[in-house]
């Protein structure tokens, strides 16, 4: 039995671009994608934490990140994720998705004014 | 990306494994960061759960982006479905048997039909195949020149011919046996697209005219059962109606010819018609039967089987050989002398008929027989699958809480509707699977009650992905659509209804009757029996009327051995010794009374007519005054015990010097000569009647029991010694079936080098023309008994379960001070109700649907009172039985345990 999850659009794709985002430059663990985020965005952006998993699965699955078991700092074991190409390349297109999605709705809010 | 996906679906284990210790890290790190911050151990841990908003919805969230969910899912169901299939054993093997019952009748029927009617011939691209036919009444065969001309008109078509397959005497190593054989013309194996296993096929090189080559090939059944597939097979000589011929090749595997339930053994060129004293299946028209067929235009004895690419136009092909078919026949009318010959000739026209499933007899034969035995099974598997829905439904209601409880806490409505839909494929797949079992040796035995000992119908069965399919089909719809109907029920959401009877199921005397949809099947189910049952009384009786037919002939103590002399190669001079010889061996077997000859014989398919003219009788102009002959032994009547109603029978007086006498049987008589007495009138053939009449016969059904009798002339064998013999009859007063191999034996010893063909009694051999009635009386009886059975365990099955639910009700009765017995009346009354619905309904089937039966039936009405009354009867003796047993149970029911009964 499953409890009906309903996410906006918006909201998961947002979460799928900062997740690439975030792993742009090193693998990083789930734990640390979500502290990443926070403090990027100086907290402004809490991941909801039950949807980062699935969200880390679902990219996974969708061959735009590469998982692997590996030792954090502490020792423990972790899964890291990193960037594949294709996550790379799909990156790109989520940034420009993004761009063009915000200066339409700055523009939007502008003529407001 | 697909492999992926199914990777994760069967490493689902580890995948657990792996989000466990992933989310198990998160969680310990969000501890250990708020442990940072000073709060305590148990503290942060909560803390940290709280935040990440506990584990079990991530993972199930994470589960759905695994992509593999529905499929895990799905055998989650089939788990949870076999589970409680393994706790409701009775439940489940009821509703497995029926399914298989009903898939396994279906598919066994199916494969019989596919066999038969739609499995193309294996041989290239069939579907380019193609005979043709000539209008005329009967005849599709073509004289050998009018096959080379039609062929050389239709340029981008290829033909070959053949002729049907013709029973010839093989002989081997000095052992002759009669099989079956066809002549085809030298390309007829290339136009098929059939290879050579081993040597070679025929080539056009083989059917020279001038010289006919005495070559054939043989099928790789007989290479395996004469030759046990040896290599030396190839080069070796056979005889073949006593000429040698020389092996060349074997066909390739599987391969029996064109003409469907009658497989050929050899194969040879019909430049060898001659020589192999072909003389089977022809009509002859100003030409001499008696010279080489190959050359005459006026004999016409083969089929042609054409062969065309699929993008040539099937009607210029049509039109362009009519046109050169009409220059065909208009060359032959100069020798054409009837007027109203001339004109029938005329009217010829030609016709293109589908060849890519073969040729077949047996086809037309069984054809309507087959339709009514699908129809039936089809209603056997409906009746069964009524069953299936029923147990569902009943079965499901009792899990009404369970449901409702999973609809109250969340669960979707169409994950319920799958999960049901997911047990009842699963118990349709597991009944399937079971029927197409069933169907493998349902249709050797279907086919083994078609065939008698003495005649096998040899049709391939191959258990193809046609019938594989159909048993998938009916696997489905089966399951889809009587799981569909209870899982909509059963999901609708009723929670408060379920659940505020606190778990008890209360039945009041109106809410019981919450269960019309059981009831309509239930009632449904009685109706389809009884239409069942009825069919098979009607047709078991018209099998019964069939073979009680008055024959003319006696059936039981007349034993006949069939032979041909004609293909034994035995000189016509030798004939008569020959008979005398087999005569007094068959006399000599203790216990036979008396022993004749004769050349047709009744029942055996065979027939010899001829034109006559008859003294004082002028034929209205339509007519052709032609009638069957029958060349008999001595003692010929006495021995059928056929009854001779006027005049005297032969004797020995009646030799080769004595005028030419016969016996006619009474619709000779009263056709052509009236009223008046035919003894000592005459007939003849030409002109002339010089054939005196000395007596007349009892009509005998020479033709078989449904046809009608023909005119019919007896003449003595004395005074035609060199006529060929095909039977042999003895007449005995004792037990027949002893007898039977002591007849061929002695027949071997008196006649070595013929072949016998078969020994049984006449009785045997009169069933046989009703084989097709035998088929569908047998099976119509299997399928309405099964029909009943099927019906009757649901019937139970219902009324045990109202019993069941209405237990609490029945105990209050009980303890109010109803008697067992009005609680028996009671639930009898129920089930009378049900049946009596069902009856009524069934009745209204029979007549509506009785009139598509008329045609298969003999001697009753399809709307014969006593069938349905009697059967009606029947179908409410047996739902009473059914009921009883819970009516019994509910009268037991102790009130304590009644009133704190909980479902």
Same mark, same amino acid.
């Given at each position: 039995?499953?409890?009906?999850?309903?996410?906006?659009?918006?909201?998961?794709?947002?979460?799928?671009?900062?997740?690439?985002?975030?792993?742009?430059?090193?693998?990083?663990?789930?734990?640390?994608?979500?502290?990443?985020?926070?403090?990027?965005?100086?907290?402004?952006?809490?991941?909801?934490?039950?949807?980062?998993?699935?969200?880390?699965?679902?990219?996974?699955?969708?061959?735009?990140?590469?998982?692997?078991?590996?030792?954090?700092?502490?020792?423990?074991?972790? $899964?890291?994720?990193?960037?594949?190409? $294709?996550?790379? $390349?799909?990156?790109?297109?989520?940034?420009?998705?993004?761009?063009?999605?915000?200066?339409?709705?700055?523009?939007?809010?502008?003529?407001?004014? | 990306?697909?492999?992926?996906?199914?990777?994760?679906?069967?490493?689902?284990?580890?995948?657990?494994?792996?989000?466990?210790?992933?989310?198990?890290?998160?969680?310990?790190?969000?501890?250990?960061?708020?442990?940072? !911050?000073?709060?305590?151990?148990?503290?942060?841990?909560?803390?940290?759960?709280?935040?990440?908003?506990?584990?079990?919805?991530?993972?199930?969230?994470?589960?759905?982006?695994?992509?593999?969910?529905?499929?895990?899912?799905?055998?989650?169901?089939?788990? #949870?479905?076999?589970?409680?299939?393994?706790?409701?054993?009775?439940?489940?093997?009821?509703?497995?048997?029926?399914?298989?019952?009903?898939?396994?009748?279906?598919?066994?029927?199916?494969?019989?039909?596919?066999?038969?009617?739609?499995?193309?011939?294996?041989?290239?691209?069939?579907?380019?195949?193609?005979?043709?036919?000539?209008?005329?009444?009967?005849?599709?065969?073509?004289?050998?020149?009018? @096959?080379?001309?039609?062929?050389?008109?239709?340029?981008?078509?290829?033909?070959?011919?053949?002729?049907?397959?013709?029973?010839?005497?093989?002989?081997?190593?000095?052992?002759?046996?009669?099989?079956?054989?066809?002549?085809?013309?030298?390309?007829?194996?290339?136009?098929?697209?059939?290879?050579?296993?081993?040597?070679?096929?025929?080539?056009?090189?083989?059917?020279? %005219?001038?010289?006919?080559?005495?070559?054939?090939?043989?099928?790789?059944? @007989?290479?395996?059962?004469?030759?046990?597939?040896?290599?030396?097979?190839?080069?070796?000589?056979?005889?073949?109606?006593?000429?040698?011929?020389?092996?060349?090749?074997?066909?390739?595997?599987?391969?029996?010819?064109?003409?469907?339930?009658?497989?050929?053994?050899?194969?040879?060129? *019909?430049?060898?018609?001659?020589?192999?004293?072909?003389?089977?299946?022809?009509?002859?028209?100003?030409?001499?039967?008696?010279?080489?067929?190959?050359?005459?235009?006026?004999?016409?004895?083969?089929?042609?089987?054409?062969?065309?690419?699929?993008?040539?136009?099937?009607?210029?092909?049509?039109?362009?050989?009519?046109?050169?078919?009409?220059?065909?026949?208009?060359?032959?009318?100069?020798?054409?002398? /009837?007027?109203?010959?001339?004109?029938?000739?005329?009217?010829?026209?030609?016709?293109?008929?589908?060849?890519?499933?073969?040729?077949?007899?047996? &086809?037309?034969?069984?054809?309507?027989?087959?339709?009514?035995?699908?129809?039936?099974?089809?209603? =056997?598997?409906?009746?069964?699958?009524?069953?299936?829905?029923?147990?569902?439904?009943?079965?499901?209601?009792?899990?009404?809480?369970?449901?409702?409880?999973?609809?109250?806490?969340?669960?979707?409505?169409?994950?319920?509707?799958?999960?049901?839909?997911?047990?009842?494929?699963?118990?349709?797949?597991?009944?399937?699977?079971?029927?197409?079992?069933?169907?493998?040796?349902?249709?050797?035995?279907?086919?083994?009650?078609?065939?008698?000992?003495?005649?096998?119908?040899?049709?391939?069965?191959?258990? /193809?992905?046609?019938?594989?399919?159909?048993?998938?089909?009916?696997?489905?719809?089966?399951?889809?659509?009587?799981?569909? =109907?209870?899982?909509?029920?059963?999901?609708?959401?009723?929670?408060?209804?379920?659940?505020?009877?606190?778990?008890? +199921?209360?039945?009041?005397?109106?809410?019981?009757?919450?269960?019309?949809?059981?009831?309509?099947?239930?009632?449904?189910?009685?109706?389809?029996?009884?239409?069942?049952?009825?069919?098979?009384?009607?047709?078991?009786?018209?099998?019964?009327?069939?073979?009680?037919?008055?024959?003319?002939?006696?059936?039981?103590?007349?034993?006949?051995?069939?032979?041909?002399?004609?293909?034994?190669?035995?000189?016509?001079?030798?004939?008569?010794?020959?008979?005398?010889?087999?005569?007094?061996?068959?006399?000599?077997?203790?216990?036979?009374?008396?022993?004749?000859?004769?050349?047709?014989?009744?029942?055996?398919?065979?027939?010899?007519?001829?034109?006559?003219?008859?003294?004082? @009788?002028?034929?209205?102009?339509?007519?052709?005054?032609?009638?069957?002959?029958?060349?008999?032994?001595?003692?010929?009547?006495?021995?059928?015990?056929?009854?001779?109603?006027?005049?005297?029978?032969?004797?020995?007086?009646?030799?080769?010097?004595?005028?030419?006498?016969?016996?006619?049987?009474?619709?000779?008589?009263?056709?052509?000569?009236?009223?008046?007495?035919?003894?000592?009138?005459?007939?003849?053939?030409?002109?002339?009647?010089?054939?005196?009449?000395?007596?007349?016969?009892?009509?005998?059904?020479?033709?078989?029991?449904?046809?009608?009798?023909?005119?019919?002339?007896?003449?003595?064998? &004395?005074?035609?010694?060199?006529? #060929?013999?095909?039977?042999?009859?003895?007449?005995?007063?004792?037990?027949? !079936?002893?007898?039977?191999?002591?007849?061929?034996?002695?027949?071997?010893?008196?006649?070595?080098?013929?072949?016998?063909?078969? %020994?049984?009694?006449?009785?045997?051999?009169?069933?046989?023309?009703?084989?097709?009635?035998?088929?569908?009386?047998?099976?119509?009886? =299997?399928?309405?008994?099964?029909?009943?059975?099927?019906?009757?365990?649901?019937?139970?099955?219902?009324?045990?379960?109202?019993?069941?639910?209405?237990?609490?009700?029945?105990?209050?009765?009980?303890?109010?001070?109803?008697?067992?017995?009005?609680?028996?009346?009671?639930?009898?009354?129920?089930?009378?109700?049900? +049946?009596?619905?069902? *009856?009524?309904?069934?009745?209204?089937? %029979?007549?509506?649907?009785?009139?598509?039966?008329?045609?298969?039936? #003999?001697?009753?009405?399809?709307?014969?009172?006593?069938?349905?009354?009697?059967?009606?009867?029947?179908?409410?003796?047996?739902?009473?039985?059914?009921?009883?047993?819970?009516?019994?149970?509910?009268?037991? +029911?102790?009130?304590?345990?009644? %009133?704190?009964?909980?479902?």
């Amino acid at each position: 039995m499953t409890i009906p999850t309903s996410k906006s659009d918006l909201l998961q794709g947002t979460l799928d671009l900062l997740i690439l985002k975030t792993l742009v430059n090193e693998p990083l663990h789930g734990y640390a994608i979500a502290q990443r985020i926070a403090q990027s965005s100086r907290a402004l952006l809490q991941v909801p934490q039950g949807s980062l998993y699935p969200a880390l699965h679902r990219l996974e699955n969708r061959g735009w990140l590469a998982a692997e078991w590996d030792r954090t700092e502490t020792g423990r074991e972790a $899964k890291f994720y990193r960037l594949t190409r $294709k996550g790379r $390349k799909e990156l790109e297109n989520e940034i420009a998705d993004w761009r063009r999605l915000s200066e339409g709705i700055q523009l939007i809010l502008e003529e407001a004014k | 990306m697909i492999l992926r996906w199914f990777g994760r679906l069967f490493s689902r284990r580890r995948l657990e494994r792996d989000l466990d210790k992933e989310l198990r890290f998160h969680v310990d790190s969000l501890t250990q960061d708020f442990k940072a !911050e000073g709060i305590n151990e148990i503290e942060a841990r909560r803390r940290a759960l709280a935040e990440f908003g506990g584990m079990e919805p991530a993972r199930e969230n994470t589960r759905d982006a695994r992509g593999t969910r529905w499929v895990e899912d799905t055998f989650q169901d089939i788990r #949870y479905a076999l589970r409680t299939f393994r706790t409701h054993k009775g439940f489940t093997a009821a509703a497995i048997l029926s399914l298989a019952v009903g898939i396994g009748a279906n598919a066994a029927v199916f494969r019989v039909i596919d066999g038969l009617i739609f499995h193309p011939l294996e041989v290239n691209r069939p579907q380019e195949l193609f005979f043709i036919e000539s209008s005329s009444a009967g005849s599709s065969r073509f004289s050998h020149p009018a @096959y080379l001309q039609l062929a050389e008109t239709a340029k981008p078509a290829s033909f070959a011919v053949m002729t049907s397959p013709t029973t010839m005497q093989f002989t081997v190593n000095g052992v002759a046996e009669l099989r079956t054989a066809q002549l085809i013309s030298g390309n007829w194996f290339s136009l098929l697209g059939i290879d050579a296993q081993a040597g070679r096929v025929l080539s056009p090189s083989d059917d020279s %005219v001038q010289t006919p080559q005495p070559v054939v090939v043989i099928s790789d059944r @007989y290479w395996t059962r004469q030759y046990g597939r040896a290599q030396s097979a190839i080069g070796s000589t056979i005889l073949l109606n006593n000429t040698a011929c020389t092996v060349i090749g074997v066909a390739a595997d599987g391969f029996s010819g064109v003409t469907v339930g009658l497989p050929s053994d050899v194969w040879l060129p *019909v430049t060898m018609q001659q020589a192999v004293h072909h003389n089977g299946n022809a009509s002859t028209e100003n030409a001499d039967g008696s010279k080489p067929w190959v050359p005459q235009d006026g004999i016409s004895w083969l089929a042609i089987l054409g062969r065309a690419p699929e993008s040539v136009d099937r009607n210029a092909l049509l039109a362009a050989l009519d046109g050169r078919y009409r220059q065909i026949i208009e060359a032959r009318l100069d020798g054409i002398q /009837d007027p109203n010959r001339r004109t029938r000739r005329l009217q010829d026209r030609i016709r293109i008929t589908d060849a890519s499933r073969g040729m077949s007899f047996l &086809r037309r034969q069984l054809s309507p027989a087959l339709t009514v035995l699908m129809t039936m099974v089809g209603l =056997v598997l409906l009746v069964a699958c009524a069953n299936l829905a029923n147990l569902l439904l009943a079965r499901g209601t009792a899990r009404s809480r369970e449901l409702a409880l999973r609809l109250s806490i969340g669960a979707r409505r169409g994950r319920l509707v799958r999960q049901l839909l997911t047990e009842s494929m699963t118990l349709a797949t597991i009944g399937g699977i079971a029927g197409l079992f069933a169907a493998w040796w349902g249709a050797q035995a279907l086919l083994r009650l078609v065939s008698t000992t003495s005649t096998p119908v040899p049709i391939t069965l191959p258990l /193809d992905w046609r019938v594989v399919l159909f048993g998938l089909g009916a696997t489905l719809t089966t399951g889809l659509l009587f799981g569909l =109907v209870p899982a909509l029920r059963l999901s609708r959401p009723q929670i408060q209804d379920s659940l505020k009877s606190g778990g008890r +199921v209360v039945e009041t005397g109106s809410r019981h009757n919450r269960l019309p949809m059981v009831k309509v099947l239930v009632t449904v189910q009685v109706a389809v029996s009884l239409l069942l049952l009825v069919g098979a009384g009607l047709f078991f009786q018209t099998f019964q009327n069939l073979v009680r037919i008055e024959t003319g002939f006696d059936r039981e103590s007349v034993i006949t051995a069939r032979f041909d002399t004609r293909l034994s190669g035995i000189a016509q001079a030798d004939l008569s010794a020959l008979y005398t010889r087999m005569l007094e061996e068959a006399a000599r077997i203790p216990g036979v009374q008396s022993t004749t000859i004769s050349t047709v014989g009744p029942a055996t398919g065979a027939a010899r007519i001829s034109g006559v003219s008859i003294d004082r @009788y002028t034929p209205p102009p339509d007519e052709d005054t032609a009638i069957h002959e029958e060349f008999v032994g001595p003692a010929y009547f006495k021995t059928l015990g056929i009854r001779l109603v006027a005049g005297r029978d032969f004797n020995e007086r009646d030799d080769e010097r004595a005028p030419q006498v016969a016996v006619i049987n009474e619709t000779m008589a009263k056709r052509y000569f009236g009223e008046t007495s035919p003894i000592g009138r005459g007939f003849g053939y030409g002109n002339t009647t010089d054939f005196q009449v000395i007596g007349v016969a009892v009509d005998v059904r020479v033709n078989g029991l449904r046809s009608d009798v023909p005119p019919l002339a007896y003449y003595p064998l &004395r005074q035609k010694p060199a006529e #060929y013999v095909r039977n042999l009859y003895v007449r005995t007063s004792g037990p027949v !079936e002893p007898l039977i191999a002591t007849l061929r034996q002695s027949l071997k010893v008196a006649a070595p080098g013929v072949a016998i063909r078969e %020994v049984l009694t006449l009785g045997d051999l009169t069933e046989r023309s009703v084989s097709a009635e035998r088929l569908v009386s047998r099976l119509s009886a =299997v399928f309405g008994m099964l029909g009943v059975a099927v019906a009757c365990f649901g019937l139970y099955g219902t009324i045990s379960y109202s019993v069941a639910r209405r237990t609490n009700e029945i105990g209050v009765r009980l303890a109010l001070g109803a008697s067992p017995s009005a609680v028996r009346r009671m639930v009898l009354r129920e089930t009378l109700l049900l +049946v009596g619905l069902g *009856v009524a309904g069934g009745i209204g089937l %029979v007549f509506a649907l009785g009139r598509f039966a008329e045609t298969q039936l #003999y001697g009753l009405s399809p709307h014969d009172p006593l069938t349905i009354s009697g059967m009606s009867v029947a179908v409410v003796l047996i739902g009473l039985i059914s009921g009883a047993l819970p009516a019994w149970k509910a009268s037991r +029911v102790s009130p304590t345990v009644a %009133v704190r009964h909980d479902v």
